[in-house]
């Protein structure tokens, strides 16, 4: 049985719909903090606010509707918190697992020019797993407001 140019194109269109949606996201929580390093270097606040936690982002949302019912601001809220036209400039040198738990994995980075231009950056990462994925947690705004409680 021969399908017809016209079912052909429709087949063709349906697959360029549906294609890009199903995009992998990295399975490995190494590689997922690598596709999140990497979408803040080239700006992509979209690629970057995706490998975030629904959590941290169910937080973000929060701080920025309240700060944009403070100032009346009608625009997306989101550009309230985060300043949209930064990109980190250092390269990533080294991602690596301090410790495991069950749904969370702490991961120990580094970046910069480890050298004789600069020292390096090093700094611990939260990871969390949740809906089969791994998700990105960052302390929020320093510590206050958080996501992240300090464990005791």
Excluded at 17 to 39: G, H, K
Excluded at 75 to 83: A, H, I, P, Q
Aim: proline share 6%.
């Amino acid at each position: 049985m021969r399908i017809g140019v016209g079912p052909r194109v429709l087949l063709l269109c349906l697959l360029a719909i549906f294609l890009p949606a199903c995009e992998r996201q990295p399975t490995d929580v190494v590689d997922t903090y690598r596709s999140f390093y990497q979408a803040a270097t080239q700006g992509d606040w979209e690629g970057l606010t995706a490998l975030m936690s629904p959590r941290t982002m169910a937080h973000f949302r929060g701080l920025g509707g309240r700060l944009a019912r403070l100032s009346h601001y009608q625009g997306e809220v989101l550009d309230l918190v985060f300043y949209r036209d930064i990109k980190l400039h250092q390269p990533l040198r080294e991602v690596s697992v301090l410790s495991r738990q069950e749904g969370k994995v702490i991961l120990k980075v580094r970046a910069g020019p480890c050298g004789e231009k600069g020292p390096c950056l090093e700094k611990q990462v939260i990871m969390v797993r949740q809906a089969e994925r791994w998700w990105v947690e960052p302390e929020v705004l320093g510590g206050m407001g958080s996501t992240n409680p300090k464990e005791k």
